[in-house]
C-alpha cells in the first residue's frame, strides 16, 4: 500500500495557482521545503510526523508569510493526508475547505486521487459554493482527533494523560461563525485550592497553552477553557469550573506524548528552580522550567530565549527544536574528554603506622621451658622492646598501580606495595634456636575497586579524582624509635597478613598518554592488627 499512499499524498502537491496568486510570498520557499520533507516522511508511513510537518508549514505561512496560492498548497496537502492517511474524512475536508477558499482553483490532481479523495474534494467544493455544509461522505473515519465542546465553537481534544512534572499542552479552535478577541485557559492541579488562569497564544488556526509543570502532580488535573469577545463576554467554553476536563497524570506514557500543532511535546522540568503551585506548600513541591519567549515558528529573533519551547533561533528566525548546549557534558558527549581504559604508574611513598602497648616483633623468639612457660623474650642482635608508647613510625616504599577503567567512572587494579627498610623473609637463628620464615616481610599485594567522581571520569586529559577500596595479603613490618643511647638496630613490628584498605587519588593527565599524582591509603593489618597511612607519588602513562 506504500505507492498507493504516495500517489494520494503526491496530489496535495499538484495544484494549479491562480493568475492572482502568482505573486510569491517571502516564506514560500521555507513552506515549499517543509512539504518536501513531510514528502518524504509520508513515503516511509509516518503520517503523525508528516502531518506535523505540514503544521510548521502552516505556522510558517501564518501573517501573509506565504502567498495565498501557497498557503492553499498546504492546507490542501494537509486534507490528503488526513483523508488518505488517517481515513478521516471529517477534518480532511475541513482543510480542503480551507483550500479553496485561499485559491479558489486549487485541486489535486485527478490521475493520482483516491475515490475516497475524490468525495471528499467534491464535498469541499459544495461547502465552499454553497456556504454552508454538505452532507458528509459514507466514509467513517477511524478516529476523530477534534471533538465540539459543550458549546459546540471551540473544537478541541484533550489529552488522555501527561507524564508528572512535564507542562501539558492545551490546543482550541474556534469555529469561525463567531469573533474571539482572547482565550483563557484555567488549571489545578492535585493540591491546589483553587482555579489559576492563564492566556492563550495564537497557534496553527486556533489557540494553545502550556498547563505549567508545577501543576502536573498525580494522579490528575483538571482545567476548562473560556473564550471572549471584544465587550469581555464568553462566546465558547470547554468544560467550566464545575464540570472540568480532567486529565490522568502518570509516571509512564501508554499514549504518544501531546503537543501544540507545530511545537515538538514539551520536556520534563529540570530541577534547577523550586516552585510551588499557588496555594501549595510542602514535599510535593515541583520545579519550574527556565523562562522562554513567545516567538512562533518563522519569526523573527536574535537569540534562543526569544523563541518559544520547542524552538530555537536559527539565522534570524525561529525554526523546529531545541538549540545544542553549551555547558560541560558527562563523558558519553562526544565532545567531553576521551575516558581512558588502560593505565600504568609507578610510585614512591611514605606510611606512618601507628604503634603502641606490646607488639610482635618479626626478629623475636620467645624461649620456654619445660612446662611452657616464657623464661625470655630474645631478639638476637636487635633490640625489641618488651613496652612501647603510643606514636607514629615512618616506612619507606615503591608502588607499582596497573587498573583496567570497565567504564569512564569504575575501574579496577592490582597494585604492589615493597617496602625496602623491613626485616628479610627468613630470621637468623639465635642462641637456643633456630632460623625461621617470615613471608611477606616486605611486600603487600592488594586488589581495588576505583570510581572516578569528576564530571568526564578517567579522562585520557586533564584532572581526575577518584575513591578506592580493596584488599589483599602482606605485611607492612614499620620499626619502633630508639632511644638515643641505643647503639644497636631496632626490631621490625610484625602485622597482618590480611589487609583491607580505603582511600582517595587525584591525578592530572595529558593528551600524550602521561599522568601524575597522588594519593593517600587508610591501610588496616588483620589479624596480627597494624594501622597505618600511606602517602604516594607517583607517575605513569594511560591508553
Not at 79 to 87: E, H, K, L, R
Not at 199 to 220: F, L
Not at 324 to 349: I, N, Q, V, Y
Not at 410 to 430: E, K, L, M, N
Request: proline share 8%; glycine share 10%.
Amino acid at each position: 500500500m506504500s505507492w498507493q499512499r504516495t500517489a494520494v499524498f503526491l496530489a496535495a502537491l499538484a495544484f494549479v495557482p491562480s493568475t492572482a496568486n502568482a505573486q510569491q510570498g517571502p516564506r514560500d520557499r521555507a513552506a515549499r521545503s517543509l512539504i518536501t520533507d513531510a514528502v518524504e516522511e509520508y513515503q516511509n508511513l509516518e503520517i503523525d510526523r508528516s502531518l506535523e510537518r505540514l503544521q510548521n508549514a502552516v505556522r510558517t505561512c501564518a501573517n501573509n508569510g506565504c502567498s495565498p496560492a501557497m498557503t492553499a498548497r498546504v492546507h490542501m496537502a494537509i486534507g490528503i493526508v488526513q483523508v488518505g492517511g488517517q481515513q478521516n474524512t471529517t477534518a480532511g475536508v475541513e482543510s480542503m475547505v480551507r483550500a479553496l477558499q485561499l485559491d479558489a482553483n486549487a485541486q489535486p490532481d485527478a490521475m493520482l486521487v483516491t475515490p475516497e479523495i475524490s468525495a471528499a474534494f467534491r464535498q469541499a467544493q459544495g461547502q465552499v459554493a454553497g456556504g454552508g455544509r454538505t452532507p458528509p461522505v459514507n466514509t467513517p473515519p477511524v478516529n476523530t482527533p477534534r471533538r465540539p465542546s459543550s458549546g459546540g465553537e471551540l473544537l478541541h481534544t484533550p489529552a488522555p494523560e501527561q507524564l508528572a512534572n512535564t507542562p501539558l499542552p492545551v490546543y482550541v479552535e474556534p469555529s469561525a461563525t463567531f469573533s474571539v478577541e482572547h482565550v483563557y485557559v484555567y488549571y489545578k492541579g492535585n493540591g491546589m485550592r483553587s482555579f489559576e488562569r492563564r492566556e492563550m497564544s495564537r497557534a496553527a488556526n486556533g489557540y494553545g497553552a502550556e498547563i505549567p509543570c508545577a501543576a502536573m502532580i498525580a494522579p490528575s488535573m483538571e482545567y476548562y477553557v473560556t473564550a471572549v469577545d471584544a465587550n469581555t463576554q464568553v462566546v465558547a467554553t470547554v468544560g467550566s469550573e464545575t464540570s472540568p476536563v480532567q486529565v490522568s497524570i502518570v509516571a509512564r506514557r501508554s499514549h504518544p506524548a501531546p503537543s501544540l500543532p507545530g511545537r515538538t511535546p514539551p520536556e520534563t522540568c529540570a530541577a534547577d528552580t523550586e516552585e510551588c503551585p499557588p496555594g501549595m506548600t510542602g514535599p510535593q513541591c515541583r520545579t519550574r522550567p527556565a523562562a522562554r519567549g513567545n516567538r512562533g515558528l518563522g519569526d523573527p529573533c536574535a537569540s534562543n530565549d526569544e523563541c518559544g519551547e520547542g524552538l530555537h533561533c536559527d539565522a534570524g528566525a525561529c525554526g523546529v527544536g531545541e538549540a545544542a548546549s553549551t555547558e560541560p557534558t558527562e563523558p558519553t558527549d562526544p565532545r567531553a574528554p576521551r575516558a581512558s581504559r588502560f593505565s600504568f604508574d609507578l610510585g614512591a611513598g611514605i606510611g606512618a603506622a601507628f604503634l603502641t602497648g606490646r607488639p610482635s616483633y618479626a626478629e623475636q623468639r620467645l624461649l620456654v621451658n619445660s612446662s611452657g612457660q616464657v623464661v625470655r623474650r630474645d631478639c638476637g642482635d636487635v633490640v625489641c622492646y618488651q613496652t612501647i608508647d603510643p606514636g607514629f613510625a615512618p616506612t619507606f616504599f615503591l608502588a607499582a598501580n596497573v587498573r583496567y577503567n570497565f567504564t569512564p567512572r569504575i575501574g579496577a587494579a592490582v597494585v604492589a606495595r615493597f617496602q625496602f627498610d623491613s626485616a628479610p623473609w627468613t630470621i637468623a637463628a639465635t642462641s637456643g634456636g633456630s632460623a625461621r620464615s617470615n613471608p611477606f616481610a616486605n611486600l603487600l599485594l592488594m586488589g581495588r575497586l576505583y570510581y572516578a567522581f569528576t564530571p568526564h571520569g578517567f579522562a585520557t586529559s586533564g584532572f581526575v579524582a577518584s575513591a578506592f577500596g580493596g584488599g589483599g595479603v602482606g605485611q607492612i613490618e614499620p620499626k619502633p624509635a630508639l632511644p638515643s643511647t641505643e647503639t644497636r638496630e631496632g626490631a621490625h613490628v610484625l602485622s597482618g597478613y590480611g589487609n583491607v584498605h580505603a582511600g582517595a587519588r587525584v591525578e592530572y593527565a595529558v593528551r600524550n598518554g602521561f599522568h601524575a599524582g597522588a594519593e593517600v591509603a587508610l591501610q588496616f593489618m588483620f589479624p596480627t592488627f597494624l594501622f597505618n597511612i600511606d602517602t604516594t607519588v607517583f607517575l605513569g602513562f594511560h591508553l
